[in-house]
């Protein structure tokens, strides 16, 4: 049978998917971004009709993944292997998008899996590496989450990852009030700087599309390597205000929708001038909203990584 027809008769049928998650099953994981990027992911596979659930990382490994058609391993901060039969064959196939940290990828970990992507335009080998960046989901991230100008006048939600993360600091620096929601904070900023050590996932949006400005920073090795973070994807979805630090292909992404500095006096710049002529106004932020939302959207990630799972299966 030609490729073509196996891959007709194998596109009719949905498939099972496990999307495995980086972060930790349970409570724990409600804080963290990638548990709710496995399970806006895994709504957008099944509204193309395929069967699909959130693994934690606990369960990437178990038995249970031989029943599946596709395993897609959410690559974070953990090496995950391939289930294998003895023979070294597997009627699933194993995936990996890795979203983050890929400084931590091993040297033998690519060729494990049957296909491979990165949240980034320019890392990895295009032989090897198709590149996949992170996404919104618009149907919770959109201008109608949240009245805009009501809310913080500037706000970061996110952990201080152990370090005075230079944006805040900056920010701080420069006069800015800013709104931080995040654990670890204490350690840094007085107690009447800090709004919570958690802002829930749900209200996310409309505190974004309220905001006055939502300030953004990467890790700085997934700056270089250009795997722009999640936030700016939600935020700009939104039609919020958006600063960040400089990330490789960051402006042939968000072009002007998300500005960018280096040192306080930028930065000061930025946050003190007149907000639509720095920003742009209502209607050319609502276009960039619209533009995240058509370009950069879960559901145009899953018909991708659908495609791929049917060339790879009618190929064997």
Do not use: C
Not at 236 to 252: F, P
Not at 289 to 311: G, T, Y
């Amino acid at each position: 049978m030609k490729l073509g027809a196996l891959f007709s008769k194998s596109a009719s049928k949905p498939l099972r998917w496990s999307v495995v998650a980086p972060s930790p099953k349970g409570e724990a994981g409600l804080v963290w971004g990638d548990t709710w990027f496995a399970a806006d992911l895994v709504e957008a596979l099944r509204r193309q009709g395929q069967d699909a659930t959130v693994v934690h990382r606990g369960g990437a490994e178990a038995a249970a993944r031989d029943r599946d058609d596709v395993v897609l391993v959410l690559r974070g901060l953990r090496r995950v292997r391939p289930r294998r039969t003895s023979s070294g064959g597997s009627a699933t196939t194993w995936m990996m998008w890795i979203i983050s940290h890929p400084e931590l990828i091993e040297p033998d970990e690519l060729a494990e899996y049957d296909s491979v992507f990165a949240a980034s335009q320019s890392w990895g080998d295009p032989e090897v590496v198709t590149p996949l960046l992170q996404a919104t989901n618009p149907q919770r991230f959109n201008p109608q989450a949240g009245v805009p100008d009501t809310g913080d006048d500037l706000l970061f939600v996110g952990s201080t990852r152990g370090t005075f993360r230079p944006i805040i600091k900056d920010a701080f620096a420069v006069g800015g009030d800013v709104a931080v929601y995040g654990v670890g904070w204490e350690t840094f900023l007085a107690p009447n700087q800090i709004r919570a050590d958690h802002l829930p996932n749900v209200e996310l949006p409309a505190a974004y599309a309220a905001a006055g400005v939502v300030l953004n920073d990467h890790w700085p090795q997934m700056a270089a390597d250009g795997f722009l973070s999640n936030r700016l994807f939600d935020a700009v979805a939104t039609g919020a205000r958006v600063v960040s630090d400089r990330a490789r292909g960051l402006e042939s992404v968000f072009g002007t929708s998300v500005r960018t500095y280096e040192g306080t006096e930028e930065l000061r710049s930025l946050l003190t001038g007149e907000r639509d002529g720095v920003f742009g106004d209502h209607e050319e932020r609502l276009a960039a909203a619209a533009h995240v939302a058509q370009l950069h959207s879960f559901d145009e990630r899953a018909k991708v990584l659908i495609e791929r799972a049917q060339v790879v299966r009618a190929a064997r």
